[in-house]
């Protein structure tokens, strides 16, 4: 069936550089994506959503990027911190008559060296 | 500030008993959702509800099912849990900006 997939289960990045996570979906009909941090023992925490008609957005360090052609999302995080080591994952949403039906990714988990 | 609320974060029931998970949130959406978390899976979506009394299958409805008696308040029911079902569970609710809430998790192990 349709999914969201992520590329890298996990990926080790050194204090200060930037991440590149990402993501690939097979629904055309999604509008809406977000991606979501969770850390050990929490439930996943919003970070940054775009909308299907926009390319990119940029948050406070974070920019996501959505290349509608290849059916591809990329999460950025400029200067890593350790307080970014967490499991991050993308997620679309599909309006249907049903409505919104929210589907994830498998999550990528970053781990940031000091 | 938006709160969604699980009753219960870890609970060890035994195989065959019948568990309810139950879900608050006070923010009057329609859309609430319960998912289970397994590692490497990620995040799958087991049942969802865009209104009291409706209900909709996710990815991985079997085995469970679900309640929406009042607009607040989302139920995932394991009618005779089996050791499969050892997971954590994650409800959540959507407002209409589509910004998703989620609880803080419900760790279930059945033995």
Excluded at chain 1, 44 to 64: A, E, H, L, Y
Excluded at chain 1, 82 to 96: I, K, L, Q, T
Excluded at chain 2, 48 to 72: L, N, Q, T, W
């Amino acid at each position: 069936g349709e999914s969201v997939g992520l590329h890298l289960p996990t990926l080790s990045v050194q204090e200060g550089d930037n991440s590149i996570i990402n993501c690939a979906y097979s629904n055309s009909a999604s509008d809406y994506f977000i991606w979501y941090k969770q850390e050990s023992g929490k439930g996943p925490q919003f970070i940054i959503d775009i909308r299907s008609n926009m390319d990119k957005r940029q948050g406070q360090r974070v920019t996501v990027l959505l290349n509608k052609t290849v059916k591809h999302l990329s999460l950025q995080i400029a200067a890593t911190q350790p307080g970014d080591s967490a499991v991050y994952f993308c997620a679309e949403n599909r309006a249907n008559n049903a409505g919104n039906m929210l589907t994830f990714g498998g999550g990528t988990r970053l781990m940031v060296k000091p | 500030d938006v709160k969604v609320t699980q009753s219960s974060r870890y609970l060890v029931k035994r195989t065959g008993e019948k568990v309810f998970l139950e879900c608050v949130q006070d923010m009057d959406h329609e859309n609430m959702f319960w998912y289970r978390q397994d590692p490497g899976l990620g995040l799958r979506l087991i049942y969802f509800s865009y209104d009291v009394k409706m209900k909709e299958k996710g990815d991985i409805p079997e085995g469970y099912s679900v309640s929406r008696e009042k607009k607040e308040r989302f139920s995932l029911i394991l009618e005779s849990a089996s050791t499969n079902q050892t997971s954590m569970y994650l409800c959540a609710s959507l407002n209409r900006g589509n910004t998703i809430y989620f609880g803080e998790g419900s760790w279930l192990t059945v033995v």
